[in-house]
């Protein structure tokens, strides 16, 4: 029993200390699926599972591989003011200026994404079945980040405002209440992108710009919410546990008004438009004569050690506190 409780309590920890936590990680796959074209949708509705529970390995790996943190954010006020035109866009350009070190210390996620989208054009183009669901789960999760502004600044868990926390707020505790009651996530249809960097750093700048909402609009609700009441012993996943109260999490979400929905709107538009265009830059594969997913050993050896490295609750690289 006393085993049982550790486990849970560690479950707690890890499950409020991701990026978009995983309830709206695994939301944003699912719902981007629906917006694919017929040729795609079929496939994609057939592995809907695995595109939703995989969208979270990307945050596994960070407690596996150290190199795997960078990749899913970029403090971009590292290089001075919006719009940052210091720092150049292109990757080769970006390491001569600052090199290959300060790039990764600050975060990597709008060229990390355009590698991912290459993978993904070339594993449609071989037809290779279990790279096309591994890397369609994976890009989603990188997408998804770059929407969040807390993923944008380096002020990334309120840690230099006194508002530790916070990142965990915005992406966990609040899709979480209120995502499945009160947004709406029909959304049309996924769209070729014709320049996918200047997508990525679009919706990366404007994540940027918003975090200094994020961050002050938090600051000045808390000035009129006295502890005990932005606090509160409340139901999370079946277990209950101290977090930001639902009453407070309303009265911020409305102060936004509308961010966190918005964000994770676009995020899913994001996602299905990526798996659109990898799909149309490879040729558009007829997926109906795809295999049925055969994952290689090596692959499920790397599924397995993801779940044992974040079962371990040892993240590498920098992390965002759980919460209050
Ligand atoms: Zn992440």
Redesign the pocket.
Same mark, same amino acid.
């Given at each position: 029993m006393k085993k049982f409780l550790i486990l849970v309590v560690l479950l707690v920890i890890c499950q409020t200390s991701?990026?978009?936590g995983f309830y709206a990680?695994q939301k944003i796959n699912y719902y981007a699926v629906f917006l694919l074209p017929p040729q795609m949708l079929l496939f994609y509705k057939q592995n809907i599972q695995f595109i939703s529970e995989h969208a979270?390995d990307? @945050?596994k790996r960070?407690y596996a591989v150290a190199e795997e943190g960078p990749?899913? *954010?970029i403090d971009i006020d590292k290089y001075g003011k919006y719009p940052y035109d210091s720092l150049p866009r292109r990757w080769d350009s970006a390491v001569v200026k600052f090199g290959e070190d300060t790039l990764n210390a600050h975060g990597i996620v709008p060229w990390w994404l355009q590698v991912m989208k290459a993978s993904l054009t070339k594993a449609f183009k071989e037809k290779n079945t279990a790279r096309i669901l591994k890397l369609s789960a994976e890009i989603g999760? *990188?997408l998804? @980040?770059a929407h969040v502004p807390l993923?944008a600044s380096s002020n990334h868990d309120g840690q230099h405002t006194g508002q530790k926390g916070i990142h965990g707020f915005w992406e966990s505790r609040i899709p979480e209440l209120l995502a499945e009651k009160e947004w709406s996530f029909f959304i049309g249809k996924a769209e070729y992108i014709k320049n996918t960097p200047d997508f990525i750093w679009k919706r990366v700048l404007e994540s940027a710009a918003a975090a200094d909402t994020v961050l002050k609009f938090e600051k000045a609700l808390s000035l009129k919410f006295s502890p005990d009441l932005r606090f509160a012993f409340e139901d999370r996943n079946g277990v209950v546990q101290r977090q930001y109260s639902s009453a407070y999490a309303k009265a911020y979400n409305d102060g936004l008004n509308g961010m966190i929905e918005r964000r994770m709107r676009q995020s899913i538009f994001a996602v299905a438009s990526f798996w659109y265009t990898a799909w149309v830059d490879a040729g558009q594969p007829d997926l109906s004569t795809l295999s049925n997913k055969t994952f290689t050993e090596e692959e499920l050896g790397e599924f397995e050690a993801l779940n044992k490295a974040w079962r371990s609750n040892e993240m590498k690289g920098r992390k965002e506190t759980p919460g209050p």
């Open positions: 991701f990026c978009w990680h979270i990307p @945050d960070r990749r899913h *954010y999760h *990188y998804a @980040d993923h």
